[in-house]
């Protein structure tokens, strides 16, 4: 009688232990996809930043009216200046462009 029960507990606990392995790669891996993104979420917001003192500087009001006397183009009125959409994406104003 002890040997059908001490059989069932070994694999049981073989069992369990194949599974908790699995598991911990499992975690492993996600733990892993998990620092990746955190990263890749890093570097997108940083370059956010950049574009977007890049624009500030190159719409700057004086910056376009000086290059608008070296090309000999009228001068702008800073109302005339647009703001640019957040969801505005490059690609948007090429469709249909060949």
Do not use: C, W
């Not at 908790?20 to 955190?38: E, F, N, P, R, T």
């Not at 990263?39 to 930043?49: A, I, P, Y």
């Amino acid at each position: 009688m002890k040997f059908p029960l001490i059989l069932a507990l070994s694999l049981f606990g073989g069992f369990s232990f194949f599974v908790m392995l699995q598991v911990k790669g499992d975690v492993l891996q996600l733990h892993s996809a998990k620092k990746s993104l955190i990263k890749d979420q890093r570097d997108m917001r940083e370059n956010l930043k950049v574009s977007q003192a890049e624009f500030a500087f190159l719409s700057r009001p004086e910056r376009l009216r000086m290059f608008a006397k070296q090309t000999g183009m009228e001068e702008i009125e800073p109302k005339q200046i647009l703001p640019v959409p957040q969801n505005y994406m490059i690609g948007d104003a090429l469709e249909g462009v060949e």
